[in-house]
Each structure stands twice: as C-alpha cells, then as structure tokens.
C-alpha cells in the first residue's frame, strides 16, 4: 500500500509518549498528563500528590502556632500603647484626646496581622519538596512558601459560573471560592506557549489554554532576589485587597523550582516559574499600553522585532537630523 502510514503514526505515538507521561498515579480524582515540555502540568500534578497533601498540612499548624504568637504580641503591644495613651489622655485632660484614642483604638484593631519576615532556616521550612518518576522520567518541583501562596490564592481568586472571572477583580457578586485550589490546578494542567510581543526582557512566557494564568520563567537570580522580598509582596496585596485600595500590581500565585530528566534521550532541564493573573482574561482590549518611566525604548513595530534608535516620537521623525558617516565616531 502506497500511502499507508501506520508506520509513521507508530514513530509519532512513540515520540510522543517520550514526552508524555500517562503511567503516572491519579490522585484526587483530577487526570493530569504530564509533558515535559509543560512546566504548568509538572506543577499541577504536584499539588495533586498525597505527599504535598502531607507536608502542606504540616506547614499549616506550623504557620497557626506562629500566628496565634503574633497575634497575642500585637494584643500585649497594643495595651501598653492604650495604657500609654490613658495616662497621656489624664494629663490633657481634654475632649480631643479622648476622641482621638478612641479613633486610634478603632484604627488598630482594623490593621491586618502582617506576615513576619523570616529568617534563612523559617524560610526553608516555607518551601515543600515534591518527587515523583515514571518508567521514562524523572520530576522535581519545589513549591515556593506553600501555605502563604495557597492562602493568598483563596483570597483573590473568586467563585461564579464559566462567564464570571476567576482571576481577582473587586466584585461585590463573588465570594472566595472554596475550589479555588482546584481551578489553579485545572488552569495550570495545560499550558502552551505565549509570544510575548513588547517586552525586552527575554524571558520565556507561557499562558494555560483557559487564558487565566500567565507562566513566565525567570532566571535563578531573579527568583532570589523576588524571594527576599516575597512576605512583604503579599503583605500589600493582601492589604490592598481587604481595604479595597486600588493597586496596579500584577498578582503573583505561585513560585516554583522544576525539573525533570528524560531517562529515554537523557534530556533535562531546570526551570524557575512565576505563575500570575491574565490581566486581559475576559476582556474586551481595544488597545494596549505598556507604561514606563522613561521615553527612551518607548515603543515598538508590531511588524517587527526591530526598534528604532531611542524609539523617537512620531512627530519627531521627520525633523530628525540627518549624520554623516564621519558623525558617528564623535
């Protein structure tokens, strides 16, 4: 038969399942096919495992002692600042200062308890470490601070029915879902490429099929350096959120280490990963702005990757000065 190509379907279907992973267990009855290729589903899969399932439990009743001994210092400092301004207050002895400790008192108990920065060894116990192999690879993720990420993500992600956003938007309509982790683990199951068009950072970007969460890899020395400052991030975004302040920050839900060997090619790779929000998922864009502090490198030809010198105003083009080639070396 001339045109039979059940041969070249058999080498299809074997390449494929080089990089494709279906003998991996199923757990909480969600079906993730693992691609190497797909960081999203090498995360996903491990925020299905019984073992992140074990190590996150732990880390929550770690974090509630430790809250409840933040939250008893807060109290303890907040009645030597009342006996403090008690005996202010007796001294004036005035209609004002009571009004403002009254006023004061209020103003506290509506302060959230804030995250404490931690110190080298909390910080390693922040982070859970998840393994798992299948007769043709090998997976590493190392989830970034956990439990503060899962709580941040029950707080912005929102509860409806398919039209309704799951990405954090100021909706008086939606409660915090109660599947929100689900839906992350859904969303991030099945990811593809994403051409960025307009940045100049180089990274590697990649958007899951639903469109409601962006993956970008960054290098080793940038999620260090994010990671130093990871607690009071999530302060503010928490902060902004429950007092309802508008913030243009971007919201970052997850952080995460992966790798993975092929043990078929003996291909690897190690890949650090920010999940955040789509900020246009579900919305009608007419245009698009990419704001910046500087005019310099200001904009850029969708028709190509190639940018003008310093990126000039249009109205300047035609009044640019014209240079000799013996210009250019001075």
Known sequence: MPFDNSNNNKIANKSNQMFEHYQLPTYKDISIIVRDRDPGSIISYSLTTPEYEQKLTALKSEMATKLSV?????????????ATMATITTTAASTTNKNEQTEMNNNSSKTPIK???????????????????????????????AELFRKFRSLILVDGDDSARYTVRDNVFHTPCKYSEEL????????????????????????????????????????????????????????????????????????????????????????????????FYECNVSYIYDLKGSMRNRKIDIASTYLNNNNNKNDDFNDMTKMMDADSSL
């Not at 933040?70 to 009342?82: H, R």
């Not at 995250?115 to 997976?139: P, R, T, Y």
């Not at 260090?224 to 999530?234: A, G, M, P």
Request: hydrophobic fraction near 35%; aromatic fraction near 12%.
């Open 70 to 82: 933040n939250e008893s210092s807060q109290t303890n400092e907040s009645i030597v600042n009342n």
């Open 184 to 279: 992350y683990i859904y969303s991030l199951a099945n990811c593809m490429p994403w051409n960025a068009v307009g940045g100049k950072s180089g990274s590697t970007f990649l958007k899951t099929r639903d469109e409601r969460f962006i993956l970008k890899e960054v290098t080793k020395g940038e999620l260090k350096h994010f990671l130093t400052f990871v607690c009071d991030y999530i302060n503010y975004c928490e902060c902004s959120l429950l007092e309802k302040c508008p913030s243009a920050f971007v919201k970052v839900v997850g952080v995460y280490q992966i790798s993975y060997k092929n043990t078929v090619n003996n291909k690897g790779s190690i890949r650090y990963i920010l999940v955040m929000e789509n900020l």
């Open 115 to 145: 995250i404490a920065s931690l110190n080298q060894e909390e910080e390693l116990n922040q982070h859970i470490d998840i393994q798992f192999n299948d007769v043709n690879g090998k997976f590493y993720c190392c989830i970034y601070f």
